[in-house]
């Protein structure tokens, strides 16, 4: 059981980042070399930050680093000195890393889905993953984006700890809220589900300071549009992808079991 999961995620993870890293680089990523130029000041230097700041947690772990960077220099831990952020290179470094960063995301999105699909005691198939895909689109996605959406570089965010914390608390309520109300179903748990979905609005994501920016705001809401479709579809090919390799990996334990 253990290692048909683990296949099936393989392969569904792998999958879903080859369709998404495709998608980024065209669509989201010369929005963010743009918006990096703007940040820097310089429209035709080379990209000051490599990811968005978005809210997704391979992104938020990314930028870890570089929270406190001011002009391309991170604070040192000597004397208050400061010294160059590490990123990778223009080109096919950098898109190495962020394909790179998307499989690990989608591997492990898929065995996420995979371990809630048995864990709700659904047989793995391509229509019930997409099924369960599309939930978790809204709870890792759609539901943290309405408080916190995804960021270009130059846009005022909130400190990473305060982001990180309310990304987790909304992910986990929606999900457990979206469990309540399309597996248990009964009206004490509707009820309870619903509470759970709301409750992170209602407490609030963190606020920014709202300072002005360079940047123009047609690229934020393009890039907000463009970044959660990306997702949808990743996570889409997650499930249908998942559904289609656990079959047919049983399919292929069945033959070996009767040779």
């Known amino acids: 059981m253990i290692i048909r999961l683990v296949s099936a995620a393989l392969v569904a993870g792998f999958l879903a980042a080859v369709v998404a890293t495709g998608l980024q680089l065209a669509l989201t990523s010369p929005l963010i070399i743009a918006a990096e130029r703007y940040e820097s000041g310089e429209a035709t230097a080379p990209a000051a930050h490599w990811m968005p700041r978005d809210a997704s947690p391979a992104s938020l772990i990314i930028r870890a680093h570089s929270s406190h960077e001011h002009g391309g220099k991170t604070e040192g831990v000597e004397g208050g000195e400061v010294a160059p952020a590490w990123q990778p290179g223009p080109g096919l470094p950098r898109m190495a890393f962020t394909a790179l960063a998307t499989l ?68 986990a309520a929606t999900a457990m809220g979206l469990y309540l109300i399309a597996i248990r179903r009964s009206s004490i748990a509707i009820a309870g589900g619903i509470v759970l979905l709301v409750a992170p609005h209602l407490a609030g994501a963190p606020e920014t300071s709202h300072t002005a920016s360079a940047l123009p705001p047609g690229y934020a809401a393009q890039f907000a549009a463009r970044s959660l479709g990306i997702a949808f579809v990743f996570w889409a090919v997650i499930g249908l992808a998942f559904g289609w390799a656990w079959n047919s990996f049983g399919r292929k334990i069945a033959v070996a079991s009767r040779a």
């Open 104 to 171: 690990v995301g989608g591997v492990g999105y898929a065995l996420l889905l995979g371990a809630a699909l048995i864990a709700c005691g659904r047989e793995p198939n391509p229509e019930i993953g997409l099924r369960f895909a599309i939930a978790g689109f809204l709870a890792v996605a759609l539901a943290p984006a309405l408080g916190l959406p995804p960021e270009l570089p130059g846009m005022e965010a909130a400190p990473l700890a305060e982001r990180q914390f309310w990304w987790i608390m909304t992910a």
